[in-house]
T-cell receptor, first 115, second 114 residues
């Protein structure tokens, strides 16, 4: 069965620093999709970034980028120049034909940006 | 309103009550989802609907009953719940269930079972 593991329950960094959140997953599939979602306090869950497994190039969205290591089954999220508004729960998720296209979620990392 | 809306935002109910959660999406999506979110646990997918047909039922207790009358609305009917059912219930929608389509989430209903 597919699983997603986020090994850091909580992290905190100073504003403007760079932070990396880790995510590993387990699958026997070759084609799948990976996502990072963000859930700010008392606000709605939103997509941060996504990656198709067949693409070798790491996805980037402004200050957010991923380090996708397919062989290692690792999908870390890097946030550059962190801002107070980045304070949130961050969830890594995985989706594949074998999961019947259901999102399999990690338990989340609580990220606190300190002023 | 835009996006995905959920009502009520907060609900307190006794174990013998019957209540319903409502979700509405204004995005023209074909797929809708119910999730249960408990503290320090991964999101649990409860139900998936695609084009108003239930696609997945992940062994959810029968005290939770979904209803999808059309592609824009999704309900979760609750009856004889247990205290361990207290959680944040999230609704989401996506254009389709396949591919890399983004899921759009509602704000959730915070449910407390007393």
């Amino acid at each position: 069965a597919q699983t997603v593991t986020q090994s850091q329950p909580e992290m905190s960094v100073q504003e403007a620093e760079t932070v990396t959140l880790s995510c590993t997953y387990d699958t026997s599939e070759n084609n799948y999709y990976l996502f990072w979602y963000k859930q700010p306090p008392s606000r709605q869950m939103i997509l941060v970034i996504r990656q198709e497994a067949y693409k070798q190039q790491n996805a980037t969205e402004n200050r957010f980028s991923v380090n996708f290591q397919k062989a290692a089954k690792s999908f870390s999220l890097k946030i550059s120049d962190s801002q107070l508004g980045d304070t949130a729960m961050y969830f890594c998720a995985f989706k594949s034909p074998d999961s019947n296209y259901q999102l399999i979620w990690g338990a989340g990392t609580k990220l606190i940006i300190k002023p | 309103e835009t996006g995905v809306t959920q009502t009520p935002r907060h609900l307190v109910m006794g174990m013998t009550n019957k209540k319903s959660l409502k979700c509405e999406q204004h995005l023209g999506h074909n797929a809708m989802y119910w999730y249960k979110q408990s503290a320090k646990k991964p999101l649990e997918l409860m139900f998936v609907y695609s084009l108003e047909e239930r696609v997945e039922n992940n062994s959810v207790p029968s005290r939770f009953s979904p209803e999808c009358p059309n592609s824009s609305h999704l309900f979760l009917h609750l009856h004889t719940l247990q205290p361990e059912d207290s959680a944040l219930y999230l609704c989401a929608s996506s254009q389709d269930i396949r591919g890399s389509d983004e899921q759009y989430f509602g704000p959730g209903t915070r449910l407390t079972v007393t």
